[in-house]
């Protein structure tokens, strides 16, 4: 695996980008511009992807949904950008304007549980309606020349769905499958299940990535079997350095691995605040400090989770509104611990 994708001189490919893949979960609310680049910092092989973004709002030019897509080509490639929607129509639409905006690929979220997407006939509930997935799929490969690809689940209520659904998805033109090891119905409640994902890979001819459970570069060896690659989502809360843990952990499973030096996770709190504070620099150098500090609290709070004190930390660092103010508190507890 190599120290990251430098230059992209040619169009990304799901199917010779370095293996293992490594991605970085789309994630509402979380994989903003900011925290893709932070993350492509200390992990440059990572495949990044956008919040999951409305295709009814993209294709209408909806003007926060746009801003949401924005991205920087010199530091957050490849990077991937995830919609969501059920209007063949407006994913047309939204796939022309996603590409035209440079991104390196689109990906249609048929996984998402929550009840407001679910409710209106998005996410998860695609898997019930295969049809329609498959033509959603097949309308925004034929609109556009990057690749589509596609998130989803073991399935709505059973597992048993899910390597005829991704056919399905692979005959209408899907460049790649990530899979998250929980069906609906699980949301994210109990062990995520691997194995329905290897089935899988065994029976599709393009890349599958495995989501769920990726806490740690042990996991991602352990897990990784057959597939393409892994995606890690939650864990990279108040830990980011995690991603730089898995890619490491994965090239060494490689014949000739890359040298990829450090990146582990700061020893104690006083080495992690420079880490923290140059991710509010981010933030507030894309949305403004005090917007980017509002939206960077969810961070903090993250952050400081283990460590001494971090309750009372915690009722602090929410009501930032200046990175002086974040500096200000870490150092002071830094100081006393």
């Known amino acids: 695996m190599p120290a990251g994708f430098p230059s992209l001189s040619v169009p990304f490919s799901w199917l010779t980008a370095p293996r293992p893949l490594v991605c970085l979960a789309p994630m509402a609310g979380v994989t903003d511009a900011s925290y893709r680049r932070f ?5 440059p092989e990572t495949i990044l992807y ?43 639409e939204a796939a022309k ?16 549980p929550a009840a407001k997407v679910v409710s209106s006939a998005h996410g998860s509930a695609l898997m019930k309606n295969p049809d329609l997935a498959a033509e959603l799929v097949a309308r925004t490969v034929q609109a556009v020349s990057i690749p589509v ?9 059973t597992a048993e769905t899910l390597v005829p659904f991704c056919r399905r998805l692979v005959e209408a033109g899907a460049a790649a499958l990530a899979v998250h090891g929980r069906r609906y119905c699980d949301k994210f409640t109990g062990a995520a299940d691997w194995e329905p994902i290897y089935e899988l890979k065994k029976q599709v001819s393009v890349p599958v990535i495995g989501n769920g ?6 996991d991602a060896v352990a897990k ?50 420079p880490f923290i504070l140059e991710h509010c620099a981010l933030a507030a150098e894309v949305k403004g400090e005090k917007r980017g500090m509002m939206e960077m609290r969810r961070h903090l709070a993250s952050y400081v989770k283990g460590f001494q004190g ?25 100081g006393s611990v």
């Open 39 to 43: 993350i492509k910092k200390l992990a």
């Open 50 to 92: 956008s919040e999951f973004l409305c295709t009814d709002a993209l294709a209408y030019g909806g003007k926060k949904t746009m801003e949401m897509m924005h991205f920087d080509p010199a530091l957050e490639r490849p990077f991937i950008v995830q919609v969501f929607g059920k209007r063949p129509e407006h994913f047309v």
């Open 97 to 112: 304007v996603i590409e035209q905006m440079g991104a390196d690929g689109i990906d249609i979220n048929m996984g998402c």
């Open 149 to 157: 690809s596609v998130k989803t689940r073991l399935g709505w209520d």
């Open 213 to 218: 459970d990726i806490k740690s570069g042990a």
């Open 224 to 273: 990784i079997g057959n597939l393409d690659g892994v995606m890690v989502g939650r864990a990279t809360f108040g830990n980011p350095w995690v991603m730089k843990e898995v890619c490491d952990a994965l090239c060494s499973l490689t014949p000739n691995p890359s040298p990829i030096g450090g990146g582990g996770r700061p020893r104690t709190f006083a080495e992690t605040i």
């Open 310 to 334: 971090a309750a009372e930390l915690r009722a602090k660092l929410v009501r930032v509104e200046s990175i002086a103010e974040v500096e200000d508190i870490l150092r002071t507890v830094a």
